[in-house]
């Protein structure tokens, strides 16, 4: 069909950007983590040290185990939302759909930092959520732990990341033809046991789509920590930031990167089994 | 004997469009009743309305003495087999036709039995634990005939079950589903738009047309007393009189047959296989209809040709006579007054 010189033109620039912008990177970042810092300058000695502190030091892995915890605090929160609004749209909302359906991606085009700022704003000590509930006279004093907290940063990347599981819910919902539903209904199934038997089970990779977007997004955020957080809401991308700025420790941030990454690719790879033994289209 | 299902002046709008007109109908108890109609006329919005997907404008239905129109789908005692079946593609063979039954709380030891053997029925009992995306069409049809049987309704209702399969296979189904229907004894309101598939499986056929219905009558009684010109030409084909009465006699240009009906114009319908040749010089018996006519054109049909005529009058008939080599200039064709059917005015809508 086509010449093997075409062939190949076409394939080399994205083989050319696959590997600048991919390869290089990887293989760098694999490469530093091995390495070592000695006097503020990195020595290119290959040994495995770094993952040994990584091993050895429980700081990294209670760091590690927290983002875990919010990770998947996000991830349930933002189904839980998500959940419902897809359903509600995809099988209630009528002509109102389309609408609807902008309204839940308007917030996507906002700048990440913006909504983080809003949430800062709104959990304050002086702000909005706090004055609102003196105000009312529910508290007396400003309430702290609103702010800088895991709760904080839990509610800021649940604001982020709900329409990221809507849209792939909402999309799997949409693909259910709707005699399935018509055809449960028929058999003796109430709209609930319909729900539960067919529509559930049928939007199941929608639903592993939107909890991996959710997971793997917040696994790895460091903006939300780092504006709402404080001390105690700090995730491992934090402790990766610092060691690559101010700690000047490539080498280890490279490490945790490198686990990072296995960790994700290792998600992923599960999701994707589950994805396939569940779908069914 | 009573009804098993009654509709009483049932009527449905979409908008401004109006999709049946105060349609009254009963199914009688083991009943194979076809719906039949172009696509467009209703019919199957009619069987969504039965089944409970769609709200009628107007009108009831009643179901063995209870109001079915008020209840909610999941709680009416009818079963519809769906156009493209509806399988759920995430359960097996199996679960699907044990659906109802799981639903309905039917003890499990039953339910394993009762599948078993609506399996059994469709002959895909070896096909238990398949997915559904793993069948063919046909089979596919089979199962959602199980899924549907197995509850035991009262009532099936059949949405062009047969329309997506190719013409062998239609044919075949179309055969197991009539002997089906004997042997479990449920009434069947099948849809369908094949006049043929109609006339070979029903023991009566409600004509549908543009949300009203044309006529309700057993397959012999619509294809040999039609009632209206639309009838007469969607079920089989027919040659359209439109015959002048006037004492007695109705006058198609030079053809001429009693009828008493009262002076003024009427619409005849005389099917193409009543029109036969004839030898004998015309005998002096006013209900045999003798004419000269040329032929204009022969169809081959296999066992039969359907020829077009033309009378010395210039009005042309269709008639169909038994395959015997090409035919070609004048012949003496004859009919019997008996077969030409007097139409209900009013056809037109």
């Known amino acids: 069909m086509y010449s093997r010189a075409y062939k190949a033109a076409v394939a080399l620039p994205p083989l050319f950007w696959v590997a600048l912008f991919l390869l290089l990177p990887y293989s760098l970042l694999f490469a530093h983590s091995f390495w070592s810092v000695a006097s503020g300058a990195i020595v290119r000695q290959w040994s495995l040290h770094n993952y040994a502190e990584l091993a050895h030091n429980w700081m990294y892995a209670q760091v590690l185990f927290r983002s875990m915890k919010i990770a998947g605090a996000v991830t349930l929160l933002a189904l839980l939302l998500g959940y419902p609004l897809a359903y509600y749209l995809s099988f209630c909302a009528g ?73 792939p819910l909402f999309a799997s919902l949409e693909h259910i033809p709707r005699h399935l539903v018509e055809a449960s209904q028929d058999l003796g199934a109430s709209p609930r046991v319909t729900f539960w038997r067919v529509i559930f089970p049928l939007s199941l990779p929608g639903l592993l789509a939107g909890a991996t977007f959710a997971f793997v997004l917040t696994l790895g955020d460091f903006l939300a920590p780092l504006l709402v957080g404080g001390p105690s809401g700090i995730m491992i991308s934090n402790v990766v930031v610092s060691l690559f700025g101010a700690a000047y420790d490539w080498p280890l941030g490279a490490a945790i990167s490198v686990c990072m990454l296995l960790l994700v690719v290792g998600i992923l790879f599960a999701i994707e089994r589950l994805e396939k033994r569940w779908s069914f289209h | 004997m009573a009804p098993l299902l009654n509709i009483r002046s049932i009527a449905k709008r979409f908008g401004a469009r109006h999709v049946l007109h105060d349609i009254s109908l009963d199914v009688n108890p083991g009943e194979f009743l076809t719906v039949l109609g172009e696509s467009g006329s209703g019919k199957t919005t009619l069987l969504r309305v039965i089944a409970g997907f769609e709200q009628p404008d107007a009108g009831e239905i009643w179901m063995a003495g209870e109001r079915l129109d008020t209840l909610p789908p999941y709680r009416r005692r009818v079963n519809t087999v769906f156009q493209h079946y509806a399988l759920f593609p995430h359960l097996s063979v199996f679960e699907n036709v044990a659906y109802g039954l799981r639903v309905q709380g039917v003890a499990k030891s039953e339910v394993g039995s009762r599948v078993e053997k609506a399996l059994g029925m469709v002959k895909m009992d070896s096909y238990v634990a398949s997915a559904p995306s793993t069948l063919s069409g046909g089979q596919q049809q089979r199962v959602a005939l199980a899924r549907a049987l197995v509850n035991r309704p009262r009532l099936l209702l059949l949405d062009e079950p047969l329309s997506a399969l190719d013409a062998n296979l239609r044919r075949q189904m179309q055969g197991e589903l009539k002997t089906l229907q004997r042997e479990v004894g449920i009434a069947f309101l099948f849809v369908t738009h094949d006049q043929d598939e109609a006339m070979a499986l029903s023991d009566r056929i409600a004509l549908l047309r543009a949300g009203a219905l044309e006529q309700v009558a057993s397959p012999r009684e619509i294809y040999s007393r039609p009632a209206t010109a639309y009838t007469a030409q969607f079920i089989g084909q027919a040659n359209l009189l439109r015959a002048e009465i006037a004492n007695g006699v109705a006058r198609w240009g030079a053809l001429a047959w009693p009828c008493d009906a009262a002076v003024g114009p009427a619409d005849f319908s005389l099917r193409p296989e009543h029109i036969r040749f004839t030898a004998a010089p015309p005998a002096d018996d006013s209900h045999t209809v003798c004419f000269c006519a040329s032929i204009v054109r022969q169809i081959f049909c296999g066992a039969t040709d359907l020829l077009e005529i033309t009378c010395q009058s210039g009005h042309r008939l269709r008639a169909r006579v038994p395959s015997r080599g090409v035919l070609e200039g004048e012949y003496r064709f004859e009919f019997s007054a008996a077969d030409a059917v007097r139409l209900r005015e009013g056809g037109e809508r």
């Open chain 1, 95 to 167: 002509p109102q759909k389309q609408l609807l359906y902008q309204l839940v991606i308007v917030p996507l085009w906002v700048s990440y930092l913006v909504r983080g700022y809003a949430w800062k704003t709104i959990l304050g000590s002086d702000g909005v959520l706090n004055g609102f509930l003196q105000y009312l006279g529910i508290v007396s004093t400003p309430v702290e732990f609103f702010l800088y907290s895991p709760f904080a940063v839990v509610l800021t990347l649940t604001h982020i990341y709900t329409p990221f599981t809507f849209l």
